[in-house]
């Protein structure tokens, strides 16, 4: 299993409705991915600018054909990435 945790900050507050917008749709699509096994957005209530992606996948084949598709290449790179500072986390999950 490929798991990866994603913490992202607005660079700009006033973005927040539209990227959670963007987030959730992004979200949806992923879920219907081959080899996606859970794919969760999350808000943080303290810190309105930071979201939190949790993804588990397959394989990280199936992570990499992930960023070929659509929720990727037309929503999360071109208008998520330039509007966000990204940290990713590789993760390794303890217990299932």
């Not at 992606?53 to 990499?64: F, I, M, P, Q």
């Not at 990727?72 to 303890?94: A, F, G, H, W």
Request: net charge negative.
């Amino acid at each position: 299993m490929f798991c990866l945790n994603v913490i992202l900050t607005l660079k700009n507050a006033s973005d927040e409705e539209e990227i959670q917008g963007l987030l959730t749709k992004a979200c949806r699509l992923s879920r219907t991915e081959p080899g996606c096994l859970r794919f969760d957005v999350y808000h943080s209530e303290g810190e309105p600018a930071t979201f939190v992606l949790v993804e588990h996948w397959e394989s990280e084949d199936a992570w990499k054909t992930h960023r070929e598709a659509e929720a990727y290449t037309k929503i999360y790179q071109p208008q998520i990435l330039p509007r966000v500072e990204r940290v990713p986390y590789r993760m390794n999950l303890l217990l299932e």
